[in-house]
């Protein structure tokens, strides 16, 4: 069994954006987003009856890998602890250890009975029918390094590089691979002591594996290659000697075992997931803030229209619809000359609720991954102890090419109404007069929110561009051996990519719902009343922004609202308080 742990001060870790290099550094993460500086929670659903960070129970600081148990929240604690790697612990269960230990003597006793074993006692690729010396096979591991690390673009982030080298890991753990122990070791020394291979983003087919990037990741454990080493790039030589690690040598089948697989897409994957669910909850919010802005109608979110179309996702997304507006004063009852509203509006959780189970998809298949045997070949055992070494295809990336394409367009259409309902909050005959045109005073000479829309519209292109799926381009590689590929770490890219825009989006409508409820509440008089979940987030909003009067440099306050969006903080606020209220009502009464 696995027990893992959170650093006490892990709400206090500094972090890095997926956005940019492994350099690039920004203020501690409040609760989750991109920044893994907050907490990490186990979500087996997409419900929101439960919070959208909702904290795992751990004890002590040690996750212990066995290859059988990590979740995407164990991978999204690592990762965010790039910054204070000794705040977590990562070591081989008892268990593991003996299978990897067997598996090394099976590797050991093949080279020793001459047998021919792909990419331990020949070539690879093309070259598989060369048959390499028993002397050679250590050479031949350290020549696929060597030569198969051919990365190019930006590096990948620490956070990234980090939550790799931990699915590598725990792959590597189940025993299949025939890697030494002390190698395995070797590679969670990297992770305890903060060294992060310089990984190239570019350059993975997706089979055989992620070749490319783990090609770097592993070139620092044999003191070649880069590496980040407390926020300095050097050379992986001088990064080991800062740390006060060596470098090692490998052994047979040690180099194929560390780069043949999907780790990198699956980290990438994993990280995206998680910030997607989150970032679903936030597109709640966002519709809730501009239907009451919109004087909008609730109806739609009638729980028998939803039990009539029982898909589990859209009747989970109504009914946090529904609490999120819940006692609002700004909604439009019954009003025969206004039966119902748009699209946009009225489709939220046939729409949302369609992108919730391309997400709860893409945990189910992600977690599986996780706890996978991705490289080629594997060792097995027979009933009578006899080890065989299968050759197959598990480092073939498309489950997570497909799912990756997937969830990209699922977030490209979460992006796609919202920058809808940002038309409709600015376009004052679209919303009938109900708000000034582009929500603001002096409309000419002030221009208001009327860029924000441009920004939406051309993030909006860009994600459908970005949609388009890499899974079903393939090019013959290796003298038409590897004739097909996944391209599923360009899907994952691409994928996260995808997530970041529509972050923006969400955050400009966002922005531009709060100040079309402060015209509302002007037409309204008094003091109306919002939902219980949008009147969080409103005045979250308002805490950073305030009403703009007349035009103002806007980037600055897109930026504070996108923080609250990848940061986690807007969705957690509201479910906090959604807890709150539930917790309030079951108190008994005196």
């Keep these: 069994m696995k027990t893992i742990t959170r650093p006490p001060a892990a709400t206090e870790l500094p972090c890095v954006s997926l956005r940019g290099s492994g350099a690039t550094k920004q203020s501690p993460a409040r609760d989750g987003g991109d920044c893994f500086g907050g907490k ?21 600081n040690t996750i212990t890998l066995d290859g059988e148990s990590l979740t995407i929240e164990d991978v999204v604690t690592v990762a965010r602890s790039w910054a204070a790697p000794e705040g977590i612990h990562v070591k081989i269960a008892a268990k593991a250890q003996e299978k990897i230990e067997r598996a090394r003597r099976a590797v050991e006793a093949f080279i020793e009975r001459g047998e ?9 690729g093309a070259f598989k029918d060369r048959v390499i010396s028993p002397e050679q096979t250590e050479e031949l591991q350290h020549n696929l390094l ?17 939550a790799l080298m931990l699915i590598r890991a725990n792959t590597l753990a189940k025993g299949h691979s025939g890697i030494r122990l002390e190698t395995l070791e070797a590679l969670l020394a990297l992770i305890k002591r903060g060294v992060y291979p310089v990984i190239p983003a570019k350059g993975s087919l997706g089979a055989s594996g992620d070749l490319a990037p783990l090609a770097h990741m592993s070139l620092v454990l044999i003191g070649e290659g880069e590496a980040f080493y407390r926020g300095d790039r050097m050379s992986g030589a001088e990064a080991l000697r800062r740390a006060g690690l060596a470098p090692i040598k490998l052994g047979a089948k040690e180099g194929l075992a560390l780069i043949n697989g999907t780790a990198v897409m699956a980290a990438i994957g994993a ?3 998680w910030q997607a669910e989150g970032l679903s909850r936030v597109a709640d919010v966002a519709g809730a803030l501009s239907l009451e802005a919109l004087h909008g109608m609730a109806q739609a979110f009638d729980e028998r229209i939803h039990a009539a179309r029982p898909h589990g996702h859209q009747m989970d997304c109504a009914a946090h619809l529904r609490r999120l507006v819940e006692g609002s004063e700004f909604l439009r009852l019954d009003d025969p000359n206004h039966v119902q509203d748009a699209y946009s509006l009225r489709c939220i959780p046939q729409v949302h609720g369609a992108v919730r189970a391309a997400i709860s998809h893409a945990r189910q298949v992600i977690e599986t991954e996780l706890d996978s045997a991705t490289d080629n070949p594997l060792i097995f055992f027979e009933d009578d102890g006899r080890a065989v070494c ?3 295809g598990n480092f073939h990336g498309e489950p997570l090419a497909l799912v990756m394409d997937y969830l990209a367009i699922a977030l490209a259409e979460l992006s796609n109404i919202s920058e809808r309902r940002l038309a409709r909050l600015l376009d004052e005959t679209s919303n009938q007069g109900t708000l000034p045109a582009f929500l603001i005073r002096q409309g000419g000479l002030n221009s208001g929110f009327m860029m924000t829309q441009y920004t939406a519209a051309a993030l909006a292109s860009e994600n459908k561009v970005l949609a388009h799926p890499a899974s079903v381009d393939t090019i013959p590689t290796s003298a038409n051996i590897e004739d097909h590929v996944s391209m599923g770490c360009s899907a994952a890219l ?23 409820v402060d015209f509302r509440r002007e037409m309204l008089g008094g003091a109306p009343r919002l939902g219980k979940g949008t009147a969080v987030a409103y005045e979250l909003i308002r805490q950073r922004v305030p009403f703009l009067e007349q035009d103002t440099i ?35 009464k005196s």
């Design 554 to 588: 806007m980037y600055p306050y897109i930026e504070a609202v996108r923080e609250l969006v990848s940061s986690g903080e807007l969705v957690e606020a509201v479910a906090r308080e959604q807890r709150s209220k539930e917790q309030g009502s079951k108190e008994p």
């Design 40 to 60: 990490a929670s186990p979500r087996n659903d997409m419900s929101p009856t439960t919070s959208s960070r909702t904290t795992q129970v751990f004890e002590g």
């Design 146 to 162: 060597m030569s198969h690390a051919a990365g190019v673009g930006r590096p990948l982030d620490e956070a990234t590089v980090r």
């Design 271 to 273: 990280l995206t997931t």
């Design 494 to 516: 691409k994928a996260r990519e995808v997530l970041e825009n529509t972050e923006s989006i969400l955050a400009l409508e966002l922005l531009a719902a709060a100040q079309g």
């Design 116 to 124: 021919i074993i792909y990419g331990v006692t020949t070539g690879f």
């Design 390 to 392: 299968l050759s197959g």
